[in-house]
């Protein structure tokens, strides 16, 4: 953001310098908290079925791995709807920095968590404690971050502004592809042993980082309008569910579809690609790198164009190529050409995630008015990632071990959640360019 872009904002000077502040503090914030989740994410489809399962049919230990992965989004309600209420009652900055805690600390210990045949089941139910835990801190973070610039932008360039958090994903996943990519250099046998544990120890670091960020920043003024008014919900969730269920379920099935992709083609692709099609780590691995690449340029781009078309508009076509992909994205999967694989990849989560993954974020909270905003967004956010996000991977999973193998029945699904998130779109307002309640 520069002169220029101040000129375009439509503000002062000044107002922009804060601006600028509060959006990349957001974005190194959950930038951090992406990071500790997605790398739990690249470790369960290519360590955690042999290092916390008990060998025998690997088929098996995917499915049990993925489950593992489930959990992380099931818990990301119950984050939601615990740092939504606080967030509701005193305020966003608060949360924020509790929540880059918690999650945090799961994280750093899964990296020291002994294995299946150290300590036998203990293992798998220590890591799924941890990773409940760490569906609790990403379910209440979001919402406080997106907030922090949804609720300080202006009215015409909240999609763009409101999308710019939303970076903070592909920065966390390039960093975590990164570390694993630097460690699966190393020999099978010292991967498996310690190797795959480096990514997880060092977020203690990054943790660190982002908290210091976010002690820094100021609560927004929506929250403190709210406040001066006396007009703080005494039960968030409540009145959600009594007054604002229209708006809550809405926000729920425009969320199925993006979350659906992010997990075909960021998660349970490389499982695929590495056990099913023989191809290397590197090459997957390589795919989501590009992917993210592109998502650090396309995302804001995304916003910025449903700021002119509608996030409407954005939802409907990132619907269609989500329906119309289904089953090229694994016929050019099969080819095990690298390349093919790589640019299959980038295609898919670009347009089949990173559309409605960026112009959701202003367009979640948009649906509420700011008393009830912090709780109606991240829940309606994570119930949505959370039934079709954690149960895509191993659905999906088990879905080709009933076919034999074939994929045909994992298109179907993408198909199926794209048709909900197109009838959710149709029912949700369109918000673009109009003012916040």
């Known amino acids: 953001m520069t002169v220029a872009d101040d000129v375009a904002l439509n503000v002062a000077p000044d107002e922009a310098a804060s601006l600028r502040r509060i959006v990349w503090s957001s974005v190194i914030g959950t930038a951090v908290e992406w990071y500790d989740f997605l790398i739990y994410g690249t470790a369960t489809a290519l360590v955690f ?35 939504g209420h606080y967030g509701d009652r005193v305020g966003r900055k608060a949360m924020l920095a509790i929540t880059i805690m918690v999650m945090g600390i799961g994280t750093f210990l899964i990296g020291l968590l002994p294995t299946y045949q150290q300590i036998g089941i203990a293992a798998p139910l220590l890591l799924i404690g941890l990773r409940f835990l760490q569906g609790i801190g990403l379910g209440g973070e979001w919402g406080g971050a997106v907030l922090m610039v949804v609720e300080n932008c202006p009215t015409h360039r909240r999609g763009l502004l409101g999308s710019m958090v939303q970076v903070g994903n592909p920065i966390g996943n390039l960093a975590a592809i990164g570390m694993f990519a630097l460690v699966a250099s ?21 943790v660190g980082v982002g908290l210091y960020i976010r002690l820094n920043m100021e609560e927004t003024a929506a929250f403190r309008q709210v406040q001066a008014k006396k007009d703080v919900a005494k039960m968030p969730l409540v009145e959600i569910f009594r007054h604002h269920r229209r708006p809550f379920f809405t926000a729920v099935g425009l969320k199925i579809s993006e979350i659906a992709y992010a997990s075909i083609g960021g998660v349970f692709v490389m499982s695929y690609a590495t056990a099913n099609l023989g191809l290397s780590r590197t090459v997957v691995l390589n795919g989501a790198f590009a992917a993210s690449l592109v998502a650090l340029l396309a995302i804001p781009l995304f916003g910025w164009l449903s700021d002119i078309l509608g996030r409407k508009t954005m939802f409907y076509a990132s619907c269609a190529f989500s329906a119309l992909f289904a089953f090229p994205l694994f016929w050019l999967l099969d080819t095990r050409d690298p390349t093919v694989v790589i640019c299959t990849i980038v295609v898919a989560i670009t347009f089949g995630q990173m559309v409605m993954f960026g112009i959701g974020a202003p367009w979640y909270s948009e649906l509420f008015s700011a008393r009830l905003r912090y709780s109606g967004a991240s829940l309606g956010f994570q119930v949505g990632a959370a039934i079709s996000g954690g149960l895509t991977p191993l659905i999906a999973a088990s879905l080709m071990a009933w076919s034999g193998g074939a994929t045909w029945p994992v ?18 307002p369109e918000m673009a360019n109009k003012e916040l309640t």
């Open 49 to 83: 079925n042999k290092v916390f399962f008990a060998a025998g049919n690997p088929t098996l230990a995917t499915i049990a791995a993925f489950g593992t992965y489930a959990v992380g989004f099931l818990a990301r309600p119950l984050g939601a709807a615990i740092f």
């Open 186 to 206: 190393l020999p099978e046998s010292d991967f498996m042993t310690y190797g795959w544990r480096i990514p997880f120890l060092v977020s203690i670091l990054l």
């Open 411 to 428: 298109s179907l699904l993408l198909i199926a959640c794209a048709a909900i998130t197109a009838t959710a779109t149709n029912f949700a």
